[in-house]
């Protein structure tokens, strides 16, 4: 009896010690890293940095892009998508919002639900819903479907 105690003691500390330390579990860290990933991404939208934006999505000609029942496939594809829908208009890109939950599904895959919300210089404010599949791959953690939609 005394050694299973003891055991549950070391056991009991071994995790107080691991939750003081900043350390983090590894499906706690691939929500980590993906929060960065989308954090620099919304940064990079309100500089009016698309490039940066795009930064944070799989550089492939099979990322998937669905936005209000139309599918884009490619990165190239859906960089064109945001150049003609936010940089060719005379109100530019706006400020995002977003807010969105991550969830780890596999060792190298994350799940994002949210909101997504602009600010636009004319006064308009489109807001809506997306879904994000973020897979890690050898260059990092990168957006591999993203499906968003406005209201």
Known sequence: MRKVRFYGFVAAILII???????????????VDVRELVDKQVAAWNHGDLD??????????????????????????????????????????GRLE?????????????????????????????HGLTTIVVRKLPEGWRIVHDHSSAD
Request: aromatic fraction near 10%; charge should be positive.
């Open 17 to 31: 010690a691991g939750s003081l330390s900043g350390t983090t579990t590894p499906g706690a860290q691939a929500t």
């Open 52 to 93: 940066g934006y795009m930064a944070g999505y799989w550089k492939s000609d099979r990322l998937s892009f669905f936005s209000n029942a139309k599918e884009t496939l490619g990165w190239q594809q859906t960089l064109e998508h945001y150049r003609e829908r936010y940089q060719k208009n005379k109100n530019g890109m």
């Open 98 to 126: 977003l807010i969105i939950q991550l969830e780890q599904l596999d060792n190298d895959l994350v799940l994002g639900k949210g909101e997504w919300r602009l600010s636009m210089p004319g006064g308009t404010h489109p």
